[in-house]
Nanobody, 123 residues
Framework: QVQLVESGGGLVQAGGSLRLSCAAS????????MGWFRRAPGKERELVAT????????LYADSVKGRFTISRDNAKNTVYLQMNNLKPEDTAVYYC????????????????WGQGTQVTVSS
């Protein structure tokens, strides 16, 4: 069993930065691929970024490439999402996800979800 708790969301102006954190419980955190998904009002949930258990591979949505960076610290059981140059269209609830796959590229690969954290970007 893995429990995920996100933090770091909030309100920021366009062009600003935020760093989301996801703290995981459980001794097997390092064996899970981790990811961040988001759901904007009226839209489907979508992948933002994912990272493999070994930190060797990452994958990003085209809309965030070059602006967001996913990383993980297995010693701290934590995964991060550094978000720079934020845009109003990044406004969404962001969810941390864990799955026993190489990468959690779709929701079907996810075994555990966090409760979500709101990110609001004002123009």
């Amino acid at each position: 069993q893995v429990q995920l708790v996100e933090s770091g969301g909030g309100l920021v102006q366009a062009g600003g930065s935020l760093r989301l954190s996801c703290a995981a419980s459980g001794r097997t955190f390092s064996s899970y691929a981790m990811g961040w998904f988001r759901r904007a009002p009226g839209k489907e949930r979508e992948l933002v970024a994912t990272i493999s258990w070994s930190n060797g591979r990452t994958l990003y949505a085209d809309s965030v490439k070059g602006r967001f960076t996913i990383s993980r610290d297995n010693a701290k059981n934590t995964v991060y999402l550094q978000m720079n140059n934020l845009k109003p269209e990044d406004t969404a609830v962001y969810y941390c996800a864990a799955g026993q796959a190489l990468l959690v590229v779709t929701a079907t690969r996810v075994d555990y979800w966090g409760q979500g954290t709101q990110v609001t970007v004002s123009s």
